[in-house]
């Protein structure tokens, strides 16, 4: 059984903070560590976002709603890898810093209840690393996430407190990233399914070259293109052709 849902983010710097190093950088000969917000070249006129990926998706928590029963209350952490470009006032490149932002998630699906029982399986053993995989407890729902992300945006902010005389000095960067997302709860139940075996397909059928006259002579005569319907037809979506006579009933001129 599975219950699933999808959502579409726009994420800001709202969600996402400002963006910080993915790895220990120099700008401007200041070090900036790993996972250090990244404060931009002070020469920078601006910035693009280039190769964006989402690195990570962490399943941070999942547990039953306390006011809902049935239903899962699931925590999801999304980590988006990405280059950030800055340029000059002229356009030539002054630096690329690989960059990363964090998103946590929490949605609420209907995951049923399960039995307080332990299932032993070495599945889950080969789809991951873990030496433990192969036991799971059947009470909890599985969660399964897709997820795609596209860079939108990323602009350069300023320190706002500074005095006039000064030129403005870059503070970090901000930038905008499109989530779409599909979270599925799942469970591993006992179904008995009907098979018919295998499906064999059926022989193509000939088909014999059409005679161009005998095509023509069963078109509907497409009267529309000679009389346009009126306004009324035409917002009632009625087609003006013809349907073909027997010609028993061919009217001769």
Known sequence: ???????QDCLTVNELGPARAAEPVYIDCEPIKEGDIIVPPKDAASVSIDNLRIKKIIIVDKKPN???????????????????IF??????????IKANSLFNKKVTLFGSVGPEVTTGTDLFKHMLSHSDASTFNAAEPF????????????DIRYNHCHKPEDPRRPKDVAVTIGLFTIIQLFR???LK????????????EGHDPTNPCDFFDRLDFPMDIFAPPQRPEFLAGING??????????VVS
């Open 87 to 96: 340029r000059e006032a002229d356009g030539d490149i002054i630096v690329c």
């Open 188 to 190: 591993i139940v006992n």
């Open 66 to 84: 306390p006011f809902k029963n049935g239903f899962w209350d699931v925590d999801i952490k999304f980590v988006f890898e990405y280059v950030l």
């Open 143 to 154: 969660v399964w996430v897709e997820a795609k992300a596209v860079a939108l945006a990323a």
């Open 241 to 250: 052709s013809i349907p073909r006579r027997k010609h028993t009933e061919d």
């Open 1 to 7: 059984m599975m219950l699933h849902c999808r959502q």
């Open 193 to 204: 399914v009907e098979s018919r075996g295998f499906s064999i397909p059926r022989e193509c």
